[in-house]
């Protein structure tokens, strides 16, 4: 299964990249095995656990195929894509 995964602003700054194609052999895949499993091997075991715990605190959006994708349990299929994004600030005027 390929997934394709964007990274937004600051985290794109971070993890130094803009996106990844991942390739997983795995069929049955959550949103919360991306960043449990597979976005650790990747960036690093440290990032990937902050990106989670910023995902489940909400800090962080998840879009596949063009959907919030709020429950970590959220299913994902060949050729989806992924945006991760930190949640924007709010401003008053």
Request: a negative charge.
């Amino acid at each position: 299964m390929k997934i394709f995964i964007e990274f937004m602003w600051t985290i794109a700054e971070k993890i130094g990249r803009k996106y990844i194609w991942i390739d997983l052999e795995e069929t049955d895949v959550k949103v919360q095995d991306i960043f449990q499993k597979t976005l650790p091997k990747i960036v690093g075991k440290e990032i990937g656990e902050i990106l989670y715990n910023m995902y489940l605190n909400e800090e962080v959006i998840v879009v596949v195929n063009g959907v919030v994708a709020k429950d970590p349990t959220t299913k994902l299929n060949d050729g989806d894509r992924i945006l991760i994004l930190v949640q924007p600030l709010a401003s008053g005027g």
